[in-house]
Structure formats: structure tokens, C-alpha cells
T-cell receptor
Framework: QKEVEQDPGPLSVPEGAIVSLNCTYS??????FMWYRQYSRKGPELLMY????GNKEDGRFTAQVDKSSKYISLFIRDSQPSDSATYLC????????????FGTGTRLQVTL | DTAVSQTPKYLVTQMGNDKSIKCEQN?????MYWYKQDSKKFLKIMFS???????INETVPNRFSPKSPDKAHLNLHINSLELGDSAVYFC?????????????FGPGTRLTVL
């Protein structure tokens, strides 16, 4: 079993829909939770990160962390075709020599 | 200006060859990383350097040897290339080792071993 599980999709939604992307994890020591967006043939780009539990909002994006359930989510409101990409969740511990542990990514397609 | 750059972008080579990938960051960051992304898009850390010193070395074959001539550069040399080395290799950087949660990635080097 991988440390971080993510449904690979693809997830296809119409423009304007609310998108929900999720990851589950097994290691309760993770403290930082990140969402990266990766367009085809490009490098991952950090969208947002959350420390410990709670919600964080940035424009159309909202990240949620539920440490008791070991479950994190990314919501995209008013989805646009330009949101079509692979979304990778990532997690890390605090402290030095920390590293990112990634999920396998969910491919999202927003259609006109 | 490109924050994290990698060369080459594409690399096609025969099994058994030795090749290098270069990475440079102009963000003034102290920490740099190498990741491997396989055909299923799974991204896995290989190495991490902080101020030219190795701090993370995952279970990677000895054929892979990173080198950091200065804190703005982290190169990856691969000896005796194998078919299974075909993947996209990403370089990344962060402000320092405590900011590992905020990493900036390069565009990737797509390596194909024939």
C-alpha cells in the first residue's frame, strides 16, 4: 500500500462545475499538505499548502485537511478549461531533511 | 527569467551509455532536489542537497550520482543506462531545508533509453 493514495481519474467535468479532488494517507506524522498542478509535459507547480488541519482558500481554490480521517481535498470552484491538468497531492513532515511524498495524481479535464 | 532550468529537455540514448542532466536555479535557494516521474506519473524523490551537501539519498542505484558544484547547480550523472531508467527527471529547489513544503520545479528532462 502506498503512503499516499489518489484516484488517477480521469475526471471529466463541464466548465463552471465545482471539482473535488482527494487524497488519503497512512502516515499520521505528515504535517504539511500540498497541492501541485502539472500541465502536460511541464513541471509541477505549487498551488497551495496547508499546515496541519483546517481549510485554506486562494481564489477559486480551497484546500481542506482532516487529519483525524487522514484525508485531504482540493476544491476548484467555477472550473475553467485552463484548469485541465494533473493534480498531485504531496505531504511532508516538519523538521530538517524533510521530503515530499506524492500521490499518483488525478487527471482533470474541464470541457466547454 | 526561468527560475529552475534543466538541460537537455529531451535525451534519447542507448543502453549502457553514460549521460548527464544539468539543473540550475536563479532563486537564491539553498536546497535542491532530483525527482523521477515514471510512466504512470508517480513522482519520487531521488536526492536532495543543501548548500552543496547531500541530505537525502533515497534507495537509488549507485549508477546515479548527483553533483552540486555550487548551491545554484545540481547535476545528475547516470552510468550504464538501463531501459528502466526511461522516465522524466525533474529538478526542484526550495528556500532551505525547512521550506521543503514549498518547492519550485524545473520543466523536466525526458530520458528515453533504447
Amino acid at each position: 500500500q502506498k503512503e499516499v493514495e489518489q484516484d488517477p481519474g480521469p475526471l471529466s467535468v463541464p466548465e463552471g462545475a465545482i471539482v473535488s479532488l482527494n487524497c488519503t494517507y497512512s502516515n499520521s506524522a505528515f504535517q504539511y499538505f500540498m497541492w501541485y498542478r502539472q500541465y502536460s509535459r511541464k513541471g509541477p507547480e505549487l498551488l497551495m499548502y496547508t499546515y496541519s488541519s483546517g481549510n485554506k482558500e486562494d481564489g477559486r481554490f480551497t484546500a481542506q485537511v482532516d487529519k483525524s480521517s487522514k484525508y485531504i481535498s482540493l476544491f476548484i470552484r467555477d472550473s475553467q478549461p485552463s484548469d485541465s491538468a494533473t493534480y498531485l497531492c504531496a505531504m511532508s513532515f516538519t523538521g530538517t531533511a524533510s521530503k515530499l511524498t506524492f500521490g499518483t495524481g488525478t487527471r482533470l479535464q474541464v470541457t466547454l | 527569467d526561468t527560475a529552475v532550468s534543466q538541460t537537455p529537455k529531451y535525451l534519447v540514448t542507448q543502453m549502457g551509455n553514460d549521460k548527464s542532466i544539468k539543473c540550475e536555479q536563479n532563486l537564491g535557494h539553498d536546497t535542491m532536489y532530483w525527482y523521477k516521474q515514471d510512466s504512470k506519473k508517480f513522482l519520487k524523490i531521488m536526492f536532495s542537497y543543501n548548500n552543496k551537501e547531500l541530505i537525502i539519498n533515497e534507495t537509488v542505484p549507485n549508477r546515479f550520482s548527483p553533483k552540486s558544484p555550487d548551491k545554484a547547480h545540481l547535476n545528475l550523472h547516470i552510468n550504464s543506462l538501463e531501459l528502466g531508467d526511461s522516465a522524466v527527471y525533474f529538478c526542484a529547489s526550495s528556500q532551505d531545508i525547512l521550506a521543503a513544503n514549498e518547492q519550485f520545479f524545473g520543466p523536466g528532462t525526458r530520458l528515453t533509453v533504447l
